[in-house]
């Protein structure tokens, strides 16, 4: 969730990056897209899992009262 944050907010610097220098924001993307393409889907789904699991424990907590 965290990195989604990440991209979003990148996204403000990219839009004027883009005003100014629309080449180099298309390569950046260009980049960040190949980058992302590279991670094995093995290791997105033990990330999604992971990161459920943390949900799914959390609201378990809450539900019962240990954490507020």
């Known amino acids: 969730m965290y990195v989604m ?3 979003i907010l990148c996204a403000v610097p990219m839009g004027i990056l883009a005003a100014f220098s629309p ?3 298309v390569s950046i993307a ?3 897209q190949a980058w992302l393409a ?10 999604g899992t992971g990161y ?5 424990a959390r ?5 019962q009262g240990v954490s507020k």
């Open 30 to 32: 260009q980049g960040m």
């Open 59 to 63: 609201s378990y907590e809450k539900a």
């Open 5 to 7: 944050y990440i991209l």
């Open 52 to 56: 459920a699991g943390y949900i799914m």
């Open 38 to 47: 590279a991670i094995p889907n093995a290791l997105w789904g033990t990330f």
């Open 23 to 25: 080449a180099t924001a």
